[in-house]
């Protein structure tokens, strides 16, 4: 697959600078030298804990950022560049999805009116032309032409999810950035949103980015994995490969701690469980004061991203050759 997004060493801080007395004020890290792409047509799930900078990185990807440092390229060009992509022509290509959709939609607009406003601004339609592809877009996102005269509040979650994909879907996009789009849905209705997305990927010829903490719906829907921790990348590779064989510490911390039919417990760590401090990221590996492997170079030397094929890990002692699971689920 070809590359359509590049993500070229991106850091995201907030804060900084010197008070009005001159006094330095405090600055979170969130996201931290992060460099990826997103190819034509694949379903590229993001995952890690609340906190590691899942989201920040999804709102730079969709212009609503900027980065501090490094670059997101669409095609080649700058997405944060004005010359290259002002915010409609962006809006035009990529398209965000957000988790709360009743919170998303307007509660004064119709949905009509919801829908229209990307097709008005972004594409400039006229009335029979919108006609059509509002038609075209509640079919497909299996939604009756009648819902188009009520408001948001008149809708379950998963109806207004689906609006919300509806509005996203009307400028016709490349990429849909979907941040946690079934976490605030039943589990039942997060089947239907999913099956949904899957069917409208191959008959839009979308491209996904998707965010989720939720191990089991980003193993269902991704082509290819990244684990992210404490605003960097600690893991990437073809989903299926690294689940079947996880090798930093932090994925495996992860996958031990999903809920497993049949098995006793959660799986728990034996040291510190919090993150480190935004305000003062520590040296050498975040991971460290967590990980039973660490030592003393991982808490003095940040681990590059080192890549073989397909799979690429930031780890100084990565659990290559060891089987996983490390235990299996009890059988009782």
């Not at 590059?304 to 659990?319: D, K, M, N």
Request: net charge neutral; with cysteine; proline share 8%.
């Amino acid at each position: 697959m070809t590359a359509l997004m590049e993500i070229h060493d991106v850091t995201r801080r907030f804060g900084g600078g010197r008070s009005l007395l001159g006094r330095p004020k405090p600055t979170v890290h969130a996201v931290q030298g992060v460099s990826f792409e997103v190819r034509k047509g694949e379903t590229l799930g993001i995952v890690g804990e609340s906190g590691c900078g899942k989201s920040t990185l999804a709102k730079l990807l969709v212009g609503l950022q900027q980065p501090s440092d490094g670059a997101v390229l669409l095609e080649g060009a700058r997405v944060h560049d004005p010359a290259a992509f002002g915010r409609r022509a962006l809006a035009r290509r990529v398209q965000y999805v957000f988790q709360d959709p009743l919170s998303s939609l307007n509660p004064r607009k119709t949905i009509r009116q919801i829908l229209e406003a990307p097709l008005i601004h972004l594409l400039g339609m006229a009335a029979s032309a919108r006609r059509e592809r509002l038609a075209e877009i509640m079919e497909a996102v299996r939604l009756r032409p009648e819902f188009l005269e009520r408001y948001p509040h008149e809708f379950s979650g998963g109806q207004a999810q689906r609006i919300g994909i509806a509005r996203a879907l009307a400028a016709a996009p490349d990429i849909l950035v979907l941040d946690e789009p079934v976490s605030a849905l039943d589990v039942s209705v997060q089947a239907q949103v999913l099956n949904l997305l899957d069917q409208l990927k191959a008959e839009f010829d979308l491209t996904y980015v998707f965010i989720s903490h939720d191990l089991a719906v980003v193993e269902s829907v991704s082509d290819r994995v990244m684990v992210m921790y404490f605003g960097r990348v600690v893991e990437q590779g073809t989903a299926a490969e690294l689940f079947r064989r996880p090798l930093h510490p932090y994925t495996r911390l992860l996958l031990s701690s999903a809920p497993v039919p049949g098995k006793k417990g959660i799986g728990a760590e034996g040291r510190i469980a919090e993150l480190p401090d935004p305000l003062a990221p520590p040296p050498g590996c975040a991971f460290a004061a967590r990980c039973p492997h660490a030592s003393d170079v991982c808490r003095e030397v940040t681990p590059p991203l080192e890549r073989e094929g397909e799979t690429a890990y930031a780890c100084h002692h990565p659990r290559k050759g060891e089987p996983w699971p490390e235990t299996e689920p009890s059988e009782d």
